[in-house]
């Protein structure tokens, strides 16, 4: 009977439910039969439960469920107006008429809340939730309420249910509606660490451990156990809320007991090691080489925490042994950590005969201390670290140094260590060697310790250290404050430490000051002063630092900072505040800052967006044409390194606008070099292509006798990276030419030549034809670690690289000769204009340079789909023209040639001003076009489309060549000479193969 009238009610709160008399008692009647009902609500029981008819686990949920989803939703208002709203109130958070029920109740609410859908309700109640019933409170309810069994399981649930409450309730409220104070995640999660360790502290049943060791896991999992120090109170730490409580309550032998239990029975390793990692890493910071007796007792005390919680540090418990080593042996401690940890080591020797803890422990750091690893990577700070924790332990150990001197481990690690290039790390070795031995009772004495540098400071700062062990000291228990304070109170004033260096060395310099300083060593007495003197006492260092910081005293000084984006680098070379005092002074720190970080910006920008294309032409203009007006260091390569970047890493944007550019009037030969420059090594970088260092320099020289001075000599001499480019491309064409003329020759003659000279056939690596000549040992693959290239170059080398300047010139140079034309007519002869230097494009200097570019372009470009058609024709033609015709018509005045020569050379060419680096590179840039148009067609279509063009070039090779053997002198000879010949030679040799090949189809010109 009693069992249907539960299940009535039951199903009568799950339906509909027409008014508010009938609502009462259905919610009344289980409230008095479990206890809970308040005596203000006894009126609405009109029949009451049989005791024990309703089961908290099995009914309660139904009901809180109801209540959350159907009852308070529709009839919450209608409650409060009858003041009957702590009937619900008691199904989802009771008070505590009759405790036990109460707490059982609150832990079904807990699991009901968070599995139903939640709304404001739900937020309501989990709020008053976890103000009342805490996970405390919660743990002793399941234990003395069920059997362990049935408990073990009821608390998992409960664990998981707590922890999941404030990110449950944060998904929930999102940005919509606020959380409660007492559900945001860091103060909820602080009070349920904090009372954890009020439950360890009371429980009085050492088998009850097991659950707080799934507690505290869980915890671990949701990262309460930081491997560092938090840096900031919104980052949680369990031992940041618990550890002054654990402090205080560290010295119960009960509370060592439980912890210990805890711990052990811990699910995995891992999870003790993220607890012992976040306690070492808690405990109070000791200053690293301290000798004092406050430091001392705050190492002893810290240890003593590390051993109550914890428990002792033996090889026999082998799960906390294995941890300890791994986290001291893999984590970046400082010495004063260290000096903790081996302390701790030291509290679990038994007495002063058995040192085994100890010893082993050494031993483990030995082969740390001593691997080659750990010698030749390691940081400074991490062998500090190590060094400082092998000899703290060997101070609680000695009797061990007579077997670490016999180690061959030992005296392998101290070689290693002396070999070693840091003299910091050096010393760490011959430290611990001399450390040992002493001993040992052996004599080894390193030398060299005295001075005034860091490393030598703190190598007799931890001599001092370890003369006294931290275990050994007096308990001294002052303020935790006073204890952080007390380094700074015993400073001696007559020794400063220099505030830019770090604290550790700072204070290995005030201990070794404090101990080794004989107060009778006249050298560091001051002069004598009058007590009455009206001279103002000198400013401490300190004072000079705060003087130095000073804002008002620092007006106009400003740090330039880094670029971040393509704009502001924009902005440092064209600075818009010119006039302003405070900007010139900021200048060059600007165009300096602009330098250094501009080609890595450029090139971390490529393929990141839009911003490099909407930047890249106002940073051309800007690099482009900056001077260097105020003599910065590495000006020069570091804006050439700018614009090949740019061209490289936007080429459809950069390109076009450099080349247009060049063909002004503004810019000087350095700038269009600079241009030229950037225009051949972007390509090379976009096909892939290896490209030389810049600034290749020639030990060559032409006319010793007529050396210029040094530094103009150095300036002048050194060969850029686009000749090196030109002479490996143009040898390997004319080394190719070389070999087909000698397939060529007689069968015998071949013979002969591959007995004399072929050497035996083995295995070797094929080089690239480009590249297999020494000059070519010093290229490199251009912008490594920055992505592939931003485009193709055979998709883009026609249409923004090569047509753009060859038909840019051909402007220019119709330009420039009409004007030169039209001006010359009605000029007297001595001041007649003359075009072969305007605008310094048609100079020898510049035209032979941009010869060159072009050779590299076209090299570069050879597989472009229109090569054939269009690059090969028109680049042959303008290294035609360039060749044989004057660049201006002042070329044909000359009146100091042969006029037999002059009469069969041709008027065009017989002017002395043709260079021969012009005709030289002239040569080559036929030479490239030819030998691409053999390698891609075998010449066809050049023969057979362009003969005109073909045949044009191998007559003008063949009278240059003629004439160069009969001693016509070109001007600027000397080492062009020898490349003219050679690159006459190659053209010769190319256009006759095409001959040839293709000579009975050749239109007849």
């Given amino acids: 009977m009693a069992r249907d009238d539960v299940k009535q009610i039951l199903d009568a709160l799950q339906s509909p439910i027409s008014d508010l008399e009938t609502l009462l008692p ?105 103000r009342s019933y805490t996970i405390q409170t919660l743990f002793y309810c399941v234990f003395d309420s069920d059997p362990p069994n049935i408990a073990a399981l009821r608390w998992e649930d409960c664990v998981r249910a707590v922890i999941s409450v404030p990110t449950k309730v944060a998904n929930f409220c999102g940005h919509e509606q606020p959380v409660p104070d007492n559900l945001q995640y860091d103060t909820y999660i602080a009070g349920l660490c904090s009372h954890t360790e009020d439950t360890i502290w009371r429980l009085s049943s050492p088998e009850r451990t097991q659950a707080l060791s799934y507690l505290l896991a869980k915890l671990v999992n949701i990262g309460v156990f ?132 100890v010893e082993t422990f050494l031993m483990q750091v030995l082969e740390m201390w001593s691997s080659p690893t750990h010698v030749k990577h390691s940081l400074l700070s991490r062998q500090r670290y190590i060094t400082t924790l092998f000899l703290v332990l060997l101070s609680y150990s000695p009797s061990s140094a007579n077997s670490l001197a016999l180690s061959p481990t030992f005296i392998s690690a101290v070689g290693t260590y002396i070999k070693h290039l840091d003299p910091a790390i050096r010393r760490c070795g011959m430290l611990v060697a001399e450390e040992v031995a002493t001993l040992a009772g052996k004599n080894l004495d390193f030398g060299d310790w005295e001075g005034g540098d860091a490393d030598r400071i703190w190598a007799r700062s931890l001599r001092i250290l370890i003369r006294e062990r931290d275990i050994d ?243 002048l001499i050194a060969e850029g990276p686009v000749q090196a480019l030109l002479t490996d491309i143009s040898q390997a064409a004319i080394e190719k030419a070389k070999d087909d003329a000698t397939s060529k020759a007689s069968p015998s003659f071949t013979r002969e030549r591959h007995l004399r000279l072929q050497k035996p056939a083995r295995i070797s690596v094929i080089d690239n034809p480009v590249t297999s000549n020494p000059r070519s040992e010093t290229l490199h693959t251009a912008s490594p670690g920055y992505g592939p290239p931003a485009a193709k170059f055979t998709d883009i ?55 060159s570019t072009l050779v590299v372009l076209v090299h570069a470009g050879r597989n472009a789909p229109q090569w054939l058609a269009l690059i090969a024709p028109d680049s042959l033609e303008l290294a035609i023209t360039l060749g044989t015709r004057p660049v201006s018509q002042a070329d044909d005045e000359d009146e100091d040639i042969d006029p037999t020569l002059k009469t069969e050379w041709g008027q065009a060419t017989t002017s002395k001003d043709k260079e021969a680096s012009l005709l030289t590179v002239s040569l080559e840039l036929a030479l490239t076009v030819l030998d691409g148009c053999l390698d891609l067609d075998g010449g066809r279509s050049l023969g057979l489309e362009h003969t005109r063009l073909a045949l044009s070039a191998g007559e003008w090779a063949g009278n240059l060549l003629s004439w160069l053997e009969r001693g016509l002198r070109v001007a600027g000879g000397g080492t062009q000479e020898a490349r003219l010949k050679r690159g006459a030679a190659g053209v010769m040799l190319k256009v006759q193969e095409i001959s040839e090949r293709w000579g009975r189809s050749m239109i007849d010109v």
């Fill in 26 to 130: 259905l919610l009344a009647r289980p409230l008095e039969s479990i206890g809970l009902l308040q005596t203000q609500s006894q009126k609405y029981v009109s029949e009451k439960l049989p005791r024990g008819s309703l089961n908290i686990p099995k009914h309660l949920p139904v009901i809180q469920r109801a209540l959350l989803q159907n009852i308070l939703p529709s009839w919450d208002n209608a409650l409060y107006e009858e003041n009957a709203l702590e009937l619900a109130d008691q199904f989802l958070c009771p008070t505590l008429p009759t405790p036990q029920n109460a707490t059982r109740t609150a832990l079904e609410a807990y699991g009901t809340i968070l599995s139903a859908p939640f709304n404001d309700f739900s937020i309501r109640y989990l709020s008053q939730l976890a």
């Fill in 226 to 357: 930081p491997s560092t120090t938090p840096s900031s109170s919104l980052q949680l730490s369990f031992f940041a809320v618990c550890l002054p409580k654990i402090r205080q309550r560290a010295d119960s032998p009960l509370y060592q007991i439980v912890w210990k239990q805890i711990l052990d029975g811990l699910p995995s390793s891992t999870t003790l090691q993220s607890i012992f990692t976040s306690l070492f890493s808690s405990v109070h910071p000791i200053p690293p080489l301290d000798p004092g007796l406050p430091t001392r007792s705050l190492v002893k005390s810290e240890a003593s925490l590390l051993r109550a919680v914890l428990g002792d540090l033996t090889p026999d418990n082998r799960d906390l042994w294995d941890v300890v080593l791994a986290v001291s042996q893999t984590r970046d401690f400082d010495e004063g950590r260290a000096r903790v940890l081996a302390c701790w080591v030291a509290f679990s020797t038994k007495d002063d005969t058995n040192s085994s803890p």
């Fill in 473 to 715: 000291v007096e308990d001294i228990q002052p303020p935790v404050g006073e204890q952080q304070e007390s380094p700074k109170q015993d400073e001696p004033s007559s020794t400063k430490a220099d505030h830019s260096t770090p604290a550790t060395l700072r204070h290995a310099i005030r201990v070794e000051s404090a101990v080794e300083l004989d107060s009778d060593d006249d050298s560091v007495q001051g002069y004598a002063s009058e007590e009455d003197s009206d001279r103002a006492p000198s400013p401490t260092p300190s004072e000079l630092e705060e003087i130095e910081k000073d804002p008002t005293l620092n007006v106009g000084v400003k740090k330039i900072p880094k670029p971040v984006y393509l704009a502001q680098l924009g902005e440092l070379v064209r600075s818009t505040s010119v006039g302003l005092k405070s900007a010139e002074n900021d200048e060059p720190n600007k165009i300096e800052m602009a330098l250094n970080s501009g080609e890595d910006l450029i090139r971390r920008k490529r393929n990141f967006g839009m911003e490099l294309e909407e930047n890249a032409v106002n940073l051309v203009y800007a690099f482009v044409g900056l001077q260097n007006s105020y003599e910065l260091d590495d000006f020069s390569a570091k804006r050439q390194g700018i614009v090949t970047a740019l061209v490289a890493c936007c080429p459809r944007k950069s390109a076009p606008c450099i080349i247009e550019e060049f063909f002004k009037n503004q810019y000087s030969i350095d700038q269009r070099f600079v241009i030229l420059t950037a225009l051949a090594l972007g390509a090379r970088e976009l096909a892939s292509l290896p490209v030389p260092p810049p600034n290749v320099a020639s030990s060559r020289i032409s006319f010793p006798s007529k050396r210029l001075p040094p530094a103009m000599h150095q300036k």
């Fill in 797 to 851: 080398a026609a249409e923004y690289f090569i047509c753009p300047l060859i038909n840019q010139f051909w402007i220019f140079f119709r330009d420039e000769q009409t004007r030169e034309e039209r001006l010359s007519r009605h000029s007297d002869p001595l001041y007649r204009y003359r075009g072969s230097a305007t605008g310094l494009v048609l100079n020898p200097i510049v035209l032979a340079q941009f010869i």
